[in-house]
């Protein structure tokens, strides 16, 4: 009796796997190079980012006035969350972006940042490439 049932479950296995629910495509690809800018407490931000997008998954790297970082994220429907590192007077920090994609495709939303729990908006385009602040 065992055995019947072992092969009854290893029979329906492919079955079961063929029903079972896949991950939906994202709504938007992000993949390319984008132009940030935005405001935090007065502090101007102009960066270009260039973003690599597998599945919801972001990866890539960012150009600012400091430095070159590396950028990580996720997108969950058209909301994007990513951060990278930078300097801000010699202190080490980390930028968060949270942004909304439009139907324009621009990307609008906040920037958090952390140690400093300095807060601000941005907004990008992806397909230009700013020269970041000096």
């Known amino acids: 009796m065992k055995r019947w049932i072992l092969c009854a479950l ?70 994007a969350t990513f951060s990278h590192g930078g300097k801000y007077q010699g202190s080490d920090l980390t930028i968060t972006f949270t942004g909304k994609v439009g139907a324009d495709g621009t990307m609008t939303g906040t920037m958090d940042v952390d140690p400093f729990n300095a807060t601000g908006s941005f907004s990008a385009k992806k397909g230009t490439a700013a020269k970041p602040a000096a």
């Open 10 to 79: 290893a029979a329906a296995m492919p079955a079961l796997a063929a029903t079972a629910p896949r991950a939906a495509a994202p709504d938007v690809d992000l993949s390319g190079t984008w132009s940030i800018s935005g405001d935090v407490q007065g502090v101007g931000v102009e960066e270009t980012c260039t973003v690599v997008q597998q599945d919801a998954a972001l990866s890539g790297s960012c150009d600012t006035s400091t430095g070159k970082y590396d950028l990580r994220g996720k997108l969950d429907g058209r909301t």
